[in-house]
């Protein structure tokens, strides 16, 4: 499984930003799909996750303000982000778990800039 993230960016506080994974390659071995996102000197931190059954999940920090949304037919997950916050500020990483075996692939990180 390979993923490739776009859409990161410098964005104001109090704007939107649209983040896409493309997966390819085995991608009938994919379960859940979601995002992380990291800053320095901090652990990866959950942000959204979408499930097989179209479950879906979000830290508490970004309830309300970011949705997840998955095409299966073109094997993308998005993360759409609004009212964004400086604290939102970090590197997102796009991720698939496969169902069997649970092998965790990541994407490359794309950097999200949140100036106020």
């Known amino acids: 499984v390979q993923l490739q993230a776009s859409g990161g960016g410098l964005v104001q506080a109090g704007g939107s930003l649209r983040l896409s994974c493309a997966a390819s390659g085995s991608i009938f071995r994919i379960g859940v799909m979601g995002w992380h996102r990291q800053t320095p000197g901090k652990q990866r931190e959950m942000v959204a996750t979408?499930?097989?059954?179209?479950?879906?999940n979000y830290a508490d920090s970004v309830k309300g303000r970011f949705t997840i949304s998955r095409d299966s037919a073109k094997n993308t997950v998005v993360l759409q982000m609004s009212s964004l916050k400086p604290e939102d500020t970090a590197v997102y990483y796009c991720y698939a778990v496969v169902v069997v075996g649970g092998t965790t692939y990541w994407g490359q990180g794309t950097l999200v800039t949140v100036s106020s």
């Open positions: 979408f499930g097989r059954d179209g479950s879906t």
